[in-house]
Structure formats: C-alpha cells, structure tokens
C-alpha cells in the first residue's frame, strides 16, 4: 500500500458522516403531494386541505386522503391493496404507488428529499 492509497482512504472514511448526513439526515414536510396516474398529467394538492378524492385508474377508482398535513390511500380496486398498507405520508420524497391501478403519489416539499433504499 502507498501514501496515496492512504490518503485515499482516510479521506474516504472522513466523508462517510457527510454522505450519511445528505443522504439520510433530517426529514423535510411535505406542502402539497402530486398524484400521478398513468399517461395523464400530474395532479397537485395541498397537503393543508383535507379532502378526499376518487382517482380514475387502469382498474377503477382509488380513494386518496389528505388529512392533517398528510396523504394516504384509503381504497383501491386492485387485490393485494399494497398502497394502502404503505400508510400515510408527509414528508419530502415519500412516495406511494397502486401499481396494478396506475396511480402513483409523491410528496413534495421544501429542502432535499430522503434518500433510502426504497427510493434507490
């Protein structure tokens, strides 16, 4: 091993908290969240008004929520009903899809969005 191969190394482990910190670091709110169904143009709601909608899919009508600074899917004609357990979400980034269906949410907000492995 050389001095270069050190040096490349040290400044490598120095910067694992910094990528740690940009990648993973703190959540930013959400203000709005977009719903995205296949071949149209995206939807933008607030997240500060509650409201319910009925969003016209591949399968028939999910049901989205938006509720105290919060979105979730509450009903969705497809069968393994995966975007329902996905739960609610509020901050920056998160995202939720009815794949089978065809509608996607996406929340938007101020600051950088998380970055995890489910978004990788």
């Not at 709005?32 to 969003?55: C, F, Y």
Request: hydrophobic share 40%.
């Amino acid at each position: 091993m050389t001095r270069a191969d050190l040096i490349i190394i040290v400044i490598a482990i120095a910067a694992l908290p910094l990528f740690y910190w940009q990648l993973w670091g703190p959540n930013y709110p959400g203000t709005d969240v977009d719903i995205i169904v296949a071949g149209e143009k995206p939807q933008r709601h607030s997240l500060l008004r509650n409201q319910t909608l009925h969003i016209h899919g591949r399968l028939g009508d999910s049901i989205v929520a938006i509720k105290n600074g919060k979105a979730a899917f509450i009903g969705s004609p497809c069968p393994n009903k995966q975007c329902i357990r996905s739960g609610w979400l509020d901050d920056n980034g998160e995202t939720s899809a009815c794949l089978p269906n065809g509608i996607m949410l996406s929340v938007i907000g101020d600051g950088i969005a998380r970055f995890d492995s489910i978004n990788f």
